[in-house]
């Protein structure tokens, strides 16, 4: 480097320094431009300093200022610096701030183009056969984050990396294990918007390694999560949310202090609790377990990086949780002997926001959970209602008398959907193999004794049908009785 040029770089570094100390916070998030720098022709003259060193997220930022300034044509020169650095840089905190900013700045990065994506990709490259260089090995997986992000962002085609990651994780323990560690959350997040995609062999890949099993373990059970709510039928939506609690215990077992999966597990308990004989108690007690974990694992994320594919992860687990409150306050008047007699008003609030609680659930991606709630959640409200015939007066007469509840949508919904029912069932020729309110107060006997349900509830009282699946072992009596 010619004395001209140090002196240059010593400019910018000045420059910089000055920048940063009078800076607001906005413009510190946003990085300086090009001008801060001392003009194109400075920041040109540094760009191999600015690249290489430890300040290659500031020209990634003051890049992105110019683009927007100036248009592509004026930015060409910059693009060849910020490719440079992206190919060579070997300071691994450089290369993660470079590609934070990179992914926050989805048209800087759509002009970079194909270029872009080689780099990033060369990066995951020779990440894999790093051995024990910590710094190569945690810059490929960076690289990894950014094209996720880039990836879901719209921004580079998804082909490519789901290839590469599949590639990256056909022998988890070849791979570093500082770049193993952080890849099954990437792969989970890829296979919950590319389903089907062969990332779910990856994480089972991921299983084998005690340093990748626990995260892979979770990425799985989210996975059964979602497929579970695809199901358009009680039956097989409610036995794959059992099959997805099992994995979550099993990992809850292995992992005692795992919060994410607390959650879910508790939340899915919630929901499944909501149609058991003793729902109020039930209910209760994941809801109490929820908000606990819950106060826990905000106090952890807040002292924790969040990567931006991670944060829809954490509105996943508040929506899971707005759900399970409103399940708890629902919960409350489900008992089968509950005969409502006080507060009225409030009773049916409580149910109402739980019938139509439609926009809570929504696992990783924006897939609507109504389907989930009518699934799940509407009918067990509705048998509350059909119980009793009071309970549906009492609810003629909030439409009556209640101007609230006269113009709730929810209210005439279920309404609407009382009515229908009592209609169908009253046209049934095999009302009682056609009750569902029964098969779902019973779910799991229905589930095991399937054609012979309708039998063995006609002749079973329903407080020893109620004893029996709240005891445990209840399977292994049913098969000695039945």
């Given at each position: 480097m010619t004395g001209e040029a140090e002196g240059i770089v010593h400019v910018i570094d000045e420059r910089l320094a000055q920048w940063a100390a009078h800076a607001s916070r906005p413009q510190l998030r946003a990085g300086p431009t090009v001008e801060d720098l001392g003009g194109l022709d400075a920041v040109l003259t540094a760009a191999d300093h600015l690249a290489q060193g430890?300040?290659?997220?500031?020209?990634?930022?003051?890049?992105?200022?110019?683009?927007?300034t100036f248009g592509s044509e004026a930015c060409k020169p910059l693009y060849d610096a910020v490719l440079d650095g992206l190919r060579t840089n070997n300071n691994h905190a450089a290369f993660a701030s470079a590609t934070d900013a990179l992914a926050s700045r989805p048209a800087l990065a759509r002009e970079l183009g194909t270029p872009l994506t080689r780099a990033l990709l060369a990066r995951l490259q020779q990440a894999q056969d790093a051995s024990d260089d910590l710094a190569a090995a945690l810059i490929g997986v960076e690289a990894a984050d950014c094209l996720v992000q880039?990836?879901?962002?719209?921004?580079?085609?998804?082909?490519r990396l789901l290839g590469a990651m599949d590639e990256a994780t056909e022998d988890p323990a070849a791979l570093p294990e500082a770049m193993a560690t952080r890849l099954p959350r990437l792969l989970g997040v890829l296979d919950a918007h590319h389903p089907g995609a062969g990332l779910r062999e990856a994480l089972e890949r991921c299983l084998m390694l005690d340093h990748t099993c626990r995260d892979a373990a979770f990425e799985l059970a989210l996975g059964d999560l979602r497929q579970a709510l695809e199901q358009d039928q009680y039956a097989p939506m409610t036995e794959q949310l059992r099959n997805t609690q099992d994995r979550l215990a099993e990992l809850i077992t292995l992992d005692p202090h795992r919060l994410d999966a607390q959650l879910y597990h508790a939340a899915i308990e919630a929901v499944l609790g909501l149609s058991a004989p003793d729902a109020p108690a039930r209910?209760?007690?994941?809801?109490?377990?929820?908000r606990d974990v819950l106060h826990r694992y905000r106090s952890y994320r807040y002292r924790t990086r969040t990567p931006a594919w991670a944060r829809p992860r954490q509105n996943d687990v508040l929506a899971w949780s707005e759900l399970t409150v409103l399940l708890d306050g629902a919960a409350a008047y489900l008992a089968h002997d509950d005969p409502w007699y006080e507060g009225g008003h409030g009773i049916l609030t409580a149910l109402l926001r739980a019938y139509t609680a439609h926009n809570t659930v929504a696992v990783l991606t924006d897939s609507p959970a109504a389907a989930a709630v009518e699934t799940l959640v509407a009918p067990v409200i509705e048998d509350a209602f059909l119980q009793h015939e009071h309970r549906q007066r009492f609810l003629q007469h909030a439409l009556a008398h209640d101007e609230e509840i006269r113009d709730d949508p929810a209210a005439q919904q279920l309404h609407a959907a009382l009515l229908h029912r009592t209609a169908t069932s009253a046209g049934s020729h095999d009302q009682q193999a056609g009750d569902q309110g029964k098969a779902r107060r019973w779910q799991q006997l229905a589930h095991q004794l399937k054609d012979d349900f309708a039998a063995f509830v006609d002749q079973t009282p329903e407080h020893v049908l109620d004893r029996l699946v709240n005891r445990p072992g209840f399977g292994r009596d049913l098969r000695l009785w039945w």
């Open positions: 430890p300040f290659l997220a500031h020209l990634i930022q003051a890049t992105a200022h110019h683009l927007d880039l990836t879901l962002a719209g921004v580079t085609k998804a082909a209910v209760r007690t994941a809801a109490s377990t929820l």
